[in-house]
């Protein structure tokens, strides 16, 4: 418990360690779900030492555990390393080694895995299960995919949208005694993969956007990858994966024209310029707003009004579209990304994976040719996720690209028709 009495309504009784929560602090380790939101300090040492510091602990001690911390969680970056230059993957992290550090009594996680990379989920999973060996620590996981978690766990509570408790009990009785009436009403069941239409698949190639010897870095002199030569083409979806810091999101954005290569060129084809320069750099965020979208890794950078409705319909009006055309957009989809409930609601105050489909719906507003999209499926459930690939889909039969920074081997499968998989292969400095 975060707050006091006077923050939110509770009923019951809730005790850790026989006692009341604001009294059992220290004994608590939670990771919330946007590691942006849980980074306190300038440097990474002090931001995992942060937690044992509070604790009163020798400064000799906290200096081990965050050594310790730090490789559990697979975080190999001198302590001094800024945390503001972390990506979202190493954000988490980051997050995860200063409660591990604490070493807490109870461990609240809440989708920890949601941005780390395929190797990674499984470092994290490995360093939260040599925590809890030898200790009786306590450990409760809140996630989406819970294959990977399946070992750990005595215990699986499923929470119903409508509130209320769907399943609870033991894995084998929830995960497979009640597993398919689970993956019907939208829950991740391993073994039960979402249904989804397949791809028409356009023949042929029309080039829309290249890069040719391309480096990329947030910063002049901070080269994160070089010699990156690729093609999207009209109606393609193109994957680019790789490890948490490898490039990903710093290629999404050069790819977006919202940041400028370090070397090497970005390049639209005629149809994408249409009439504009050959580089999305050099584009007004106007031209930008029907030739790429962009949705960001994190979708509160993304957000500017205070309104769902208002938030889909800043693109659509920058572009002066008449009123009734952007009621019709706002309106299909908000149905289409199931947010009609939410549009009077404040953007910030959405779920994880709500906000994640208000920012894709964002950028669909302006129908732009070419998407670029940074992790569109974490924190969806398999209905959600199966209705944004089936939207996606669509849009790649209709001739649209896609360019889809992703971890999510079931979307590749689903809809890629090619991968560049960035490696983290330190270039020179
Ligand atoms: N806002 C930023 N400022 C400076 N450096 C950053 C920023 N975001 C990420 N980086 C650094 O750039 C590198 C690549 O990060 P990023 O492209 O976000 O990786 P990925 O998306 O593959 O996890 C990492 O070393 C990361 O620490
Ligand atoms: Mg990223």
Redesign the pocket.
Request: proline content about 6%.
């Given at each position: 418990m975060l707050g006091g009495d006077d923050d939110g309504e509770s009923r019951g009784e809730l005790l850790v360690a026989g006692r009341r929560p604001e009294e059992a602090r220290g004994e608590v380790g939670l990771v919330l779900q946007d590691p942006d939101s849980q980074v306190i300090l300038a440097r990474v040492g002090d931001d995992v030492a942060f937690g044992c510091e509070n604790l009163g602990l020798p400064r000799e001690e906290i200096w081990h555990r965050v050594g310790d911390a730090l490789d559990a969680v697979g975080l190999r970056l001198p302590l001094a390393h800024p945390t503001?230059?972390?990506?979202?993957?190493?954000k988490q992290r980051l997050a995860l080694a200063g409660v591990l550090a604490m070493r807490p009594k109870l461990l609240l996680l809440d989708e920890p895995t949601a941005n780390l990379d395929p190797e990674g989920v499984i470092e994290v999973r490995d360093a939260v299960a040599r925590v809890l060996q030898g200790t009786d620590a306590a450990f409760v996981v809140i996630e989406h995919r819970v294959e990977v978690w399946r070992h750990l766990v005595d215990r699986v509570v499923v929470l119903s949208p409508e509130g209320g408790i769907l399943a609870d009990g033991s894995p084998e009785l929830v995960l497979e005694e009640q597993g398919q009436a689970l993956a019907n009403s939208g829950i991740w069941v391993p073994g039960h993969p979402p249904r989804h239409p397949s791809r028409a698949r356009i023949s042929g190639e029309t080039p829309v956007l290249s890069a040719e010897r391309l480096a990329i870095g947030?910063?002049a002199g901070?080269e994160?990858a070089d010699g990156i030569d690729l093609t999207v083409d009209a109606g393609r979806l193109l994957a680019l994966t790789?490890r948490?810091?490898?490039?990903?999101?710093?290629l999404g954005l050069t790819l977006g024209g919202l940041l400028a290569p370090l070397s090497g060129r970005v390049l639209a084809a005629p149809g994408l310029m249409d009439g504009a320069a050959a580089e999305p750099i050099r584009w007004k965020s106007r031209e930008l707003l029907t030739r790429i979208g962009t949705v960001f890794?994190d979708p509160e950078h993304q957000f500017l009004t205070g309104r769902v409705r208002d938030e889909l319909a800043v693109g659509p009006r920058a572009l002066k579209l008449p009123a009734a055309v952007v009621d019709a957009r706002v309106d299909g989809l908000l149905e289409r990304l199931r947010l009609t409930h939410l549009a009077e609601a404040n953007p910030f105050t959405l779920s994880g994976g709500e906000k994640r489909r208000l920012s894709v719906a964002t950028v669909l507003a302006t129908q732009p040719r070419l998407l670029v999209l940074d992790e569109p499926t974490f924190g969806q459930d398999s209905r959600t996720w199966a209705e944004l690939v089936a939207l996606l889909s669509e849009l790649l039969d209709d001739g649209s690209s896609i360019v889809a920074?992703t971890h999510d081997g079931e979307f590749v499968d689903a809809l890629a028709d090619g991968e560049l998989r960035?490696t983290v292969e330190p270039v020179a400095r």
């Amino acid at each position: 418990m975060l707050g006091g009495d006077d923050d939110g309504e509770s009923r019951g009784e809730l005790l850790v360690a026989g006692r009341r929560p604001e009294e059992a602090r220290g004994e608590v380790g939670l990771v919330l779900q946007d590691p942006d939101s849980q980074v306190i300090l300038a440097r990474v040492g002090d931001d995992v030492a942060f937690g044992c510091e509070n604790l009163g602990l020798p400064r000799e001690e906290i200096w081990h555990r965050v050594g310790d911390a730090l490789d559990a969680v697979g975080l190999r970056l001198p302590l001094a390393h800024p945390t503001s230059d972390l990506s979202g993957g190493q954000k988490q992290r980051l997050a995860l080694a200063g409660v591990l550090a604490m070493r807490p009594k109870l461990l609240l996680l809440d989708e920890p895995t949601a941005n780390l990379d395929p190797e990674g989920v499984i470092e994290v999973r490995d360093a939260v299960a040599r925590v809890l060996q030898g200790t009786d620590a306590a450990f409760v996981v809140i996630e989406h995919r819970v294959e990977v978690w399946r070992h750990l766990v005595d215990r699986v509570v499923v929470l119903s949208p409508e509130g209320g408790i769907l399943a609870d009990g033991s894995p084998e009785l929830v995960l497979e005694e009640q597993g398919q009436a689970l993956a019907n009403s939208g829950i991740w069941v391993p073994g039960h993969p979402p249904r989804h239409p397949s791809r028409a698949r356009i023949s042929g190639e029309t080039p829309v956007l290249s890069a040719e010897r391309l480096a990329i870095g947030r910063r002049a002199g901070q080269e994160v990858a070089d010699g990156i030569d690729l093609t999207v083409d009209a109606g393609r979806l193109l994957a680019l994966t790789g490890r948490n810091g490898s490039g990903k999101s710093t290629l999404g954005l050069t790819l977006g024209g919202l940041l400028a290569p370090l070397s090497g060129r970005v390049l639209a084809a005629p149809g994408l310029m249409d009439g504009a320069a050959a580089e999305p750099i050099r584009w007004k965020s106007r031209e930008l707003l029907t030739r790429i979208g962009t949705v960001f890794q994190d979708p509160e950078h993304q957000f500017l009004t205070g309104r769902v409705r208002d938030e889909l319909a800043v693109g659509p009006r920058a572009l002066k579209l008449p009123a009734a055309v952007v009621d019709a957009r706002v309106d299909g989809l908000l149905e289409r990304l199931r947010l009609t409930h939410l549009a009077e609601a404040n953007p910030f105050t959405l779920s994880g994976g709500e906000k994640r489909r208000l920012s894709v719906a964002t950028v669909l507003a302006t129908q732009p040719r070419l998407l670029v999209l940074d992790e569109p499926t974490f924190g969806q459930d398999s209905r959600t996720w199966a209705e944004l690939v089936a939207l996606l889909s669509e849009l790649l039969d209709d001739g649209s690209s896609i360019v889809a920074i992703t971890h999510d081997g079931e979307f590749v499968d689903a809809l890629a028709d090619g991968e560049l998989r960035l490696t983290v292969e330190p270039v020179a400095r």
